[in-house]
């Protein structure tokens, strides 16, 4: 990946209003998952999920007046089994290694981000990370300041990439599919299933259209731009193949 400096565009948030006395968001990852819940929906402010985001060691995502968190949780005995499955994880880094080798001789560049970087959709003050990110050319960013400190975001993906899990699929498919769309210079949004060969994508074909695919065959070809990838390639050693 190309080392690149981006442009910041930050926007200040006001800190005067004192945060609700009652407001119980997890800090750590081990207090998340004693409260034993896949979704935990805790309703907040923006300014809260930027102190929470600024503190928290899990993921969090924030909208419509929510910060959202989910764990994965066996069904039949109630274990946490944490933020992520080993599959999820395995998929997580197999997509992300294939998109770098199919756009790494790209003009402009091409960034593959991992999923630690937390996408901001401005215009509805929503917070999201996706598990892979992909920016085409300069990585615009956006921060917002909490008291001294900021949270920065991405503002531009090109194109995202979810691995489903039982723990966000509903979110994954429902209302997240709804943001992605909204941000502009999105293209293409892919969600891998993990447990067998499936792969969905919309892909952009204007400013409110979007194409929709389906392959569950191991023979198929997933197409990114005027490429393709193998879904063979994306599961090969990661679910049984035979």
């Known amino acids: 990946m190309t080392e690149h400096s981006a442009p910041r565009h930050t926007t200040i948030v006001r800190t005067g209003i004192p945060l609700r006395p009652k407001r119980h968001l997890p800090k750590t990852f081990e207090e998340r998952a004693e409260l034993g819940v896949r979704e935990l929906r805790v309703p907040a402010t923006f300014d809260e999920y930027l102190r929470f985001a600024l503190a928290c060691e899990y993921r969090l995502h924030y909208r419509e007046g929510h910060i959202i968190s989910f764990i994965e949780i066996e069904e039949k005995t109630g274990t946490v089994m944490g933020e992520a499955s ?3 994880e395995a998929l997580v880094i197999r997509i992300g290694r294939l998109l770098d080798e199919l756009l790494e001789n790209r003009t402009p560049a091409h960034h593959v981000l991992g999923s630690n970087t937390r996408i901001f ?3 509805d003050r929503k917070g999201i ?3 892979v990110t992909v920016v085409r050319g300069q990585v615009e960013q956006l921060s917002y300041k909490y008291n001294k400190r900021q949270v920065t975001g991405i503002s531009n993906p090109w194109l995202i990439v979810e691995v489903l899990s039982e723990s966000t699929r509903d ?3 429902s209302e997240k599919l709804s943001d992605y769309k ?9 969600f891998i299933e993990q447990n067998s060969a499936g792969v969905t994508t919309y892909i952009r074909t204007g400013a409110n259209e979007w194409r929709n695919l389906d392959f569950f065959s191991l023979n198929d070809n997933l197409p990114i731009e005027d490429k393709e990838i193998s879904l063979r390639r994306i599961y090969d050693r990661i679910i049984r193949t035979e």
């Open 86 to 88: 080993v599959s999820h």
């Open 121 to 123: 959709i401005a215009q």
């Open 129 to 131: 990370n996706a598990d």
């Open 171 to 173: 979110f994954d498919l």
């Open 182 to 190: 909204q941000i502009a210079s999105l293209q293409q949004i892919i």
